[in-house]
């Protein structure tokens, strides 16, 4: 079964780091472009960044509300994807999730996990 | 930027009647291989968003033939030929050719 299980959410305050990650299963995770997706309470989602494969050198674009800020990384030898948050700023309060794109878009998603940024 | 606009963003819809949700992407989502890359999404209250529509009309694996999706360059269509309970929730379009944006989301709801 394709599994994505995301974890490290939690409070943090303004200014703040956090890091999640991902745990794959159930794919190739070393030929996936994999991505995180958010969702801020009450609203839509919205893509925040995406990392291609080592094929394609493992590439990563950003969103422009988290460029310079996040950073994407990947572990294939643990089938871990990463998402690396700096300078946190309130409007970052959401539900991230992790996703498996093929065909154009997230295939598969995680269950997310709640990042809350107050002080 | 590309900009994905649905509408409507709520639609009461009685059991049994057909629905349909319309996006508008503010480019053509022609990809340069060809493809159209935009997708549909079903989310329903307090769970991850599910793909049922790739590139404009292809469905994911176990989503019902009620849904279907159609359009081209800029305008595309999802329809669920006759809504049934579970089919309550958000949906939203996305565009994968420049990156990826979503759409607002459309509220299903039944009357």
């Known amino acids: 079964e394709v599994q994505l299980v995301e974890s490290g959410g939690g409070l943090v305050k303004p200014g703040g780091s956090l890091r999640l990650s991902c745990a794959a299963s159930?794919?190739?995770?070393?030929?996936?472009?994999m991505s995180w997706v958010r969702q801020a309470p009450g609203k839509g989602l919205e893509w925040i960044g995406r990392i291609k494969d080592k094929t394609e050198g493992e590439t990563a674009d950003y969103a422009a509300p988290v460029e310079g800020r996040f950073t994407i990384s990947r572990d294939d030898s643990k089938n871990t994807l990463f998402l690396q948050m700096n300078s946190l700023k309130t409007d970052d309060t959401a539900v991230y999730y992790c996703?498996?794109?093929?065909?154009?878009?997230?295939?598969?998603w995680g269950q997310g996990t709640l990042v809350t940024v107050s002080s | 930027d590309v900009v994905m606009t649905q509408s409507p963003l709520s639609l009461p819809v009685t059991l049994g009647q057909p629905a349909s949700i319309s996006c508008r992407s503010s480019q053509s989502l022609v990809y340069s291989d060809g493809n159209t890359y935009l997708s549909w999404f079903h989310q329903r209250p307090g769970q991850s968003p599910r793909r049922l529509i790739y590139k404009v009309s292809s469905r994911d694996s176990g989503v019902p033939d009620r849904f279907s999706g159609s359009g081209s360059g800029t305008d595309f269509t999802l329809k669920i030929s006759r809504v049934e309970a579970e089919d309550v929730g958000v949906y939203y379009c996305m565009q994968g050719s420049h990156w990826f944006t979503f759409g607002q989301g459309t509220k299903l709801e039944i009357k």
């Open positions: 996703t498996a794109d093929w065909a154009g878009g997230p295939g598969v």
């Open positions: 159930g794919f190739t995770f070393i030929n996936a472009w």
